[in-house]
């Protein structure tokens, strides 16, 4: 039961760019739209689970305002180089970002091949990043210097997922179910700040803003299932098949958003794919 539980958000988290990108919309919009989502499931979990007090309850808020500065990055550049290219990217970069918090702050990988075996597992996900933004040298420089501005949003922005992954982390003693109230309405603040500064909140009146909810309904449940996955078959095994997402992003990139490569990039991105997810597993066991 616990693995079915685990499929749930390795095709949950899979499917928002996908849906993000159907639905359509400004980066705004679809950050509005997920906020506004994820908020919807945390008053849902408020009622059922209740919530986290004190120091927990805003802990836990600002991870979720930090990660939806994140995912507003990831949304910029999906207009910038596309779904195929930024989650391999985004996924890569979390990654190692968390894996590193673990071993500095939270004194991880401390068996004596841990850390042998973490470098190795970091160093195929870095090449595996590599290998999925490389692109024919025959698309010019206009190809690079896409790349080069969405990994100028993705780098930054993405310190709001290793936040997000962190946080929660230090709060071990608190349930995550009474995590989620908070985590959401904290990633629906971010939302709303982030248009305000944007677009001086005239994003709140488009369609497409409240169309996007389905994003942020998909994510808080994606989040509910993966919390029940991890107390059912642990926290490493549950975090290998959430991993997972990143190959239903790219291949629907591919196949349902129809984004283009040639045959070389096209075999570049699924090895670097299959790196990235090589690396991901072996980073979960250590």
Do not use: C
Request: aromatic residues 10%; glycine residues 12%; hydrophobic residues 50%.
């Amino acid at each position: 039961m616990g693995v079915l539980l685990a499929l749930i958000p390795a095709i949950g988290y899979g499917v928002q760019p996908l849906i993000a990108t159907k639905v359509g919309g400004s980066p705004s919009n679809q950050i509005f739209g997920t906020g506004f989502g994820a908020a919807i499931v945390g008053v849902i979990m408020w009622a059922i689970f209740g919530t986290a007090s004190g120091t927990g309850f805003w802990w836990a808020f600002l991870a979720g305002a930090l990660w939806s500065l994140a995912q507003a990055g990831q949304y910029v550049a999906f207009t910038q180089i596309g779904v195929t290219r930024t989650m391999p990217i985004s996924t890569g970069l979390q990654v190692v970002g968390t894996s590193l918090i673990g071993i500095l702050i939270f004194g991880e990988w401390n068996k004596s091949y841990s850390k042998w075996v973490g470098a190795i597992a970091i160093l195929l996900v870095v090449i595996g990043v590599a290998l999925t933004a490389i692109t024919d040298k025959k698309e010019g420089n206009s190809a690079s210097a896409s790349i080069g501005r969405g990994l100028a949003v993705l780098v930054p922005t993405t310190i709001g997922y290793w936040a997000y992954s962190a946080l929660p982390k230090a709060l071990d003693s608190v349930s995550g179910t009474h995590l989620l109230f908070p985590e959401m309405l904290g990633i629906f603040v971010g939302a709303i700040i982030y248009n305000l500064v944007r677009t001086k909140g005239k994003n709140f009146a488009q369609k497409e803003s409240w169309q996007n909810g389905i994003i942020g309904i998909v994510f808080g449940i994606s989040s509910l299932a993966y919390i029940f996955a991890a107390k059912d078959v642990g926290v490493a095994t549950s975090f290998v098949i959430t991993q997972m997402n990143v190959v239903v992003s790219t291949l629907g990139g591919l196949f349902i958003l129809h984004e283009s490569k040639t045959p070389r990039e096209m075999k570049f991105t699924l090895s670097g794919l299959a790196l990235i997810v090589v690396g991901s597993v072996m980073t979960a066991f250590l």
